[in-house]
């Protein structure tokens, strides 16, 4: 009975050697694609060389050598790039004719929308349900941006980083004054005040108070969301309270001791002339800044606020201009493009642009906001935590008919500046051949 017994045993599992090597265990026989998104991830993938596209707010070789290369070769190393940058013979329409289409592809809020006119565009809810991409996380005023391009919760374009403004300030001249330095909080008028303390001539020299380089639709999405063309009616959106708002602002500015000749020459005046007290700006410029205080300094002490507020709308800056990446439509690798974006914005690599400081990550984390500079020699010593006292304005639709209307809008706004019209007439004006310059558009 007992010799029996080990017999049984010995065949049952002999029985189950053999059932297990034929491929019993049921799930586990994926794609390379498929063990990616939760399968077999020990299966060796494929090599994979995929065209990285900068089209529009592309990367700099430094960017796409710092953000993309490292974090992918960790996670994919199968994965290499050809990239690709936006010069003549490589534009997308000369792609596009010539049949040579990039994965994954750079794009900004408004560029998307030329890319899915173009075909170019792959909408990606279904690579982000395959891959569990959880779009909660990311900072909402900046995914929104997809609202623009769908209104069923379409997912087009996938932000990895973010501009950001402050107001750069030159400590030197407050100081030469004896006036108290700019701080966090501060409104336009707030500012305006200021800026009359430091507006002086010393000697043969002439120090001029505040100047902004941001673009007036910007300054304008601090008081408004809405495009500057109704999409319902096709009708200029300009003689309103807002952009009656900006354009006194953009005067009064001007208005101030020393500053008629500010209009459009802030930087100039800030960096290499050093009499320039305040410059709003994005946040862009203080690669500027960085490059000069590693050539030898800037010769000046400055640092950073918070952004001035209109007081009707306090706490809320300038639209943040979003740095987004999108897949190709015509793309043979869109399992591995989605890979990379994912990979490019996880936390671990958000870190790395967070800490860099100069782009601000685009997850909603408390730890990606507290390392921001943290590996800058130049920025950690600025005040930069001031620039997360500002949120962002909602991001404006704007429609194909933008630039009909905005032409006549910023050459208005330089003869109200420069004092050649009025407010109430050049907002009037602008608005009629906006809506003359449309209709002869849609007319045709």
């Keep these: 009975?007992?010799?029996?017994?080990?017999?049984?045993?010995?065949?049952l599992s002999m029985f189950c050697l053999l059932f297990a090597a034929c491929g019993g265990g049921g799930g586990g026989g994926g794609t390379a694609d498929q063990g990616a998104a939760g399968g077999d991830t020990d299966k060796?993938?494929?090599?994979?060389?995929?065209?990285?596209?900068?089209?529009?707010?592309?990367?700099?070789?430094?960017?796409?050598?710092?953000?993309?290369?490292?974090?992918?070769?960790?996670?994919?190393?199968?994965?290499?790039?050809?990239?690709?940058?936006?010069?003549?013979?490589?534009?997308?329409?000369?792609?596009?004719?010539?049949?040579?289409?990039?994965?994954?592809?750079?794009?900004?809020?408004?560029?998307?929308?030329?890319?899915?006119?173009?075909?170019?565009?792959?909408?990606?809810?279904?690579?982000?349900?395959?891959?569990?991409?959880?779009?909660?996380?990311?900072?909402?005023?900046?995914m929104n941006v997809n609202n623009l391009y769908g209104k069923q919760g379409e997912l087009y374009a996938i932000p990895w980083a973010a501009q950001y403004t402050a107001l750069y300030y030159n400590k030197d001249i407050f100081d030469k004054f004896g006036v108290p330095y700019p701080k966090d909080g501060m409104t336009w008028d707030d500012v305006l005040e200021l800026g009359k303390k430091v507006a002086r001539t010393d000697g043969n020299t002439t120090y001029y108070p505040v100047a902004?380089?941001?673009?007036?639709?910007?300054?304008y999405s601090q008081l408004s969301p809405e495009d500057i063309v109704n999409p319902q009616t096709l009708k200029a959106q300009i003689n309103n309270e807002h952009w009656k708002a900006v354009f006194e602002l953009m005067k009064n500015i001007t208005d101030l001791p020393n500053n008629?000749?500010?209009?459009?020459s802030g930087r100039d005046r800030f960096l290499k002339e050093k009499t320039l007290a305040m410059l709003p700006d994005w946040g862009t410029y203080a690669s500027n800044l960085m490059a000069q205080e590693r050539n030898g300094g800037t010769g000046m002490n400055w640092d950073i606020t918070s952004y001035p507020t209109f007081k009707q709308n306090p706490g809320v800056g300038p639209a943040a201009g979003a740095f987004m990446v999108a897949i190709c439509t015509q793309s043979k690798h869109k399992q591995d493009a989605f890979e990379v974006i994912m990979a490019l914005t996880s936390k671990e690599n958000q870190m790395v642009v967070s800490k860099d400081g100069i782009k601000l990550p685009v997850l909603n984390d408390d730890d990606l906001k507290k390392n921001f500079a943290a590996d800058n020699?130049?920025?950690?010593?600025?005040?930069?935590?001031?620039?997360?006292?500002?949120?962002?304005?909602?991001?404006?639709?704007?429609?194909?008919?933008?630039?009909?209307?905005?032409?006549?809008?910023?050459?208005?706004?330089?003869?109200v500046v420069e004092g050649s019209m009025g407010i109430n007439t050049a907002l009037r004006d602008a608005e009629e051949a906006a809506n003359k310059a449309i209709q002869a558009v849609v007319g045709k």
Excluded: C
């Design 44 to 142: 060796p993938r494929e090599p994979v060389t995929l065209t990285f596209y900068n089209w529009v707010a592309g990367m700099s070789d430094d960017e796409f050598n710092r953000y993309v290369l490292p974090i992918v070769q960790k996670k994919y190393p199968h994965i290499t790039f050809n990239v690709l940058k936006n010069t003549q013979g490589s534009t997308i329409e000369e792609l596009i004719a010539a049949g040579t289409f990039p994965d994954i592809i750079t794009v900004d809020t408004y560029s998307v929308l030329k890319g899915k006119d173009l075909g170019m565009i792959e909408e990606l809810s279904s690579l982000a349900k395959t891959n569990k991409f959880d779009r909660t996380q990311f900072n909402q005023t900046l």
């Design 1 to 11: 009975m007992r010799k029996r017994l080990v017999v049984w045993v010995a065949l």
């Design 260 to 264: 008629k000749s500010g209009y459009g």
């Design 212 to 219: 902004s380089q941001v673009d007036a639709f910007y300054v």
């Design 377 to 415: 020699p130049i920025m950690k010593e600025k005040n930069v935590q001031s620039i997360f006292k500002v949120k962002s304005a909602a991001i404006a639709p704007r429609s194909e008919y933008y630039d009909y209307a905005n032409k006549p809008l910023k050459d208005n706004l330089k003869k």
